[in-house]
């Protein structure tokens, strides 16, 4: 691969031209008065200028391949911050279990590569673990990295919860969508909408405040729920939790369309419920698989501790292809 094909692939020039914009905005007034907007905004410049300055010095082909795996990175949103959902299959306090497993490797996985990851909203198991979570995370590329993870996993062990040591099979569905900029150009109909407020509650149900501040909103339509309590009032809370739900509608009318396309081409339809994309198994042997790519573990503990760089990669490479 020679250098200007590296150079498309890096998308070279729309980087430079994002360095341009970013400088533009920091010279502006008021850039430092959002102090977390401002630090990530720039952490993303130090971080273009850092791939501009290694493609203008990559001569040799352990840098040149070591660029490539940028190019892994060519989603129109894959470097952008993510929102990620988790929620429970059905099976009662085996699916919730689970479902707080894959939240804990998320955040583990988050804090290996550097990203800022906050739980916004929680539903606590009745007896373990949960039924649902909203993660927002920042970073460069966490959407691109986390992509990855976008569907149903499958877990199979002897449970701790089971008196005669039976094994059981467990569900539970991530869902991962770009944390998009600017989410303005969505309009949502308030009637299409149903808001409850209820009091916050932390691990393992300890109220966190005396006022009913969580907020939880409903899209009929689509059957989209956001539910965030970790803001300090009620209102900040409605405002992040519809954030969220525009930048959930935002998503879903971009892969509405691209499946759109998908089909008027024949193509494949994307996984949904009931189609694991990969199993975490611990009994009756150890192994964690992924369905898409056929990539394998033989130590889950190691992946369920967030280690998922490999995982991950394998899923860009073949998308990539």
Same mark, same amino acid.
């Given at each position: 691969?020679?250098? #200007? #094909?590296?150079?498309?692939?890096?998308?070279?020039?729309?980087?430079?031209? #994002?360095?341009?914009?970013?400088?533009?905005?920091?010279?502006?007034?008021?850039?430092?008065?959002?102090?977390?907007?401002?630090?990530?905004?720039?952490?993303?410049?130090?971080?273009?200028? #850092?791939?501009?300055?290694?493609?203008?010095?990559?001569?040799? /082909?352990?840098?040149?391949?070591?660029?490539?795996?940028?190019?892994?990175?060519?989603?129109?949103?894959?470097?952008?911050?993510?929102?990620?959902?988790?929620?429970?299959?059905?099976?009662?306090?085996?699916?919730?279990?689970?479902?707080?497993?894959?939240?804990?490797?998320?955040?583990?996985?988050?804090?290996?590569?550097?990203?800022?990851?906050?739980?916004?909203?929680?539903?606590?198991?009745?007896?373990?673990?949960?039924?649902?979570?909203?993660?927002?995370?920042?970073?460069?590329?966490?959407?691109?990295?986390?992509?990855?993870?976008?569907?149903?996993?499958?877990?199979?062990?002897?449970? /701790?919860?089971?008196?005669?040591?039976?094994?059981?099979?467990?569900?539970?569905?991530?869902?991962?969508? /770009?944390?998009?900029?600017?989410?303005?150009?969505?309009?949502?109909?308030?009637?299409?909408?149903?808001?409850?407020?209820?009091?916050?509650?932390?691990?393992?149900?300890?109220?966190?405040?005396?006022?009913?501040?969580?907020?939880?909103?409903?899209?009929? /339509?689509?059957?989209?729920?956001?539910?965030?309590?970790?803001?300090?009032?009620?209102?900040?809370?409605?405002?992040?939790?519809?954030?969220?739900?525009?930048?959930?509608?935002?998503?879903?009318?971009?892969?509405?369309?691209?499946?759109?396309?998908?089909?008027?081409?024949?193509?494949?339809?994307?996984?949904?419920?009931?189609?694991?994309?990969?199993?975490?198994?611990?009994?009756?042997?150890?192994?964690?698989?992924?369905?898409?790519?056929?990539?394998?573990?033989?130590?889950?503990?190691?992946?369920?501790?967030?280690?998922?760089?490999?995982?991950?990669?394998?899923?860009?490479?073949?998308?990539?292809?």
């Amino acid at each position: 691969m020679n250098k #200007e #094909e590296l150079s498309n692939l890096l998308r070279i020039d729309q980087k430079k031209k #994002e360095v341009d914009e970013i400088n533009k905005q920091m010279l502006s007034a008021g850039f430092w008065n959002d102090s977390k907007k401002a630090t990530a905004i720039s952490q993303k410049l130090a971080q273009l200028n #850092e791939i501009i300055k290694r493609f203008d010095e990559a001569q040799t /082909p352990e840098q040149i391949k070591q660029l490539q795996k940028e190019a892994l990175f060519a989603g129109e949103y894959d470097e952008m911050g993510a929102i990620m959902s988790i929620h429970a299959g059905a099976g009662g306090t085996e699916a919730q279990d689970w479902a707080q497993m894959l939240e804990r490797m998320y955040l583990r996985y988050c804090e290996e590569k550097g990203f800022k990851a906050d739980i916004l909203g929680q539903s606590n198991g009745d007896e373990a673990g949960i039924k649902s979570a909203e993660i927002q995370i920042e970073g460069f590329r966490a959407y691109g990295y986390l992509k990855a993870e976008a569907g149903v996993h499958r877990l199979v062990r002897i449970s /701790p919860y089971d008196a005669d040591k039976s094994r059981h099979t467990s569900f539970a569905l991530v869902e991962v969508v /770009p944390s998009f900029d600017k989410v303005e150009d969505v309009e949502i109909d308030d009637k299409d909408l149903k808001i409850d407020v209820y009091r916050a509650s932390g691990h393992g149900g300890q109220s966190v405040n005396t006022t009913d501040s969580a907020v939880r909103v409903t899209h009929l /339509p689509t059957k989209i729920v956001v539910s965030v309590q970790n803001e300090r009032s009620q209102v900040q809370n409605r405002e992040v939790a519809f954030k969220i739900l525009k930048a959930k509608l935002k998503a879903k009318a971009l892969q509405d369309k691209l499946q759109k396309e998908r089909n008027l081409k024949g193509g494949h339809v994307s996984a949904e419920w009931g189609n694991q994309i990969r199993s975490y198994v611990l009994q009756p042997y150890q192994q964690v698989k992924d369905h898409r790519t056929g990539y394998e573990s033989s130590n889950p503990q190691k992946v369920l501790d967030g280690q998922l760089e490999e995982f991950v990669l394998e899923f860009l490479k073949l998308s990539n292809k």
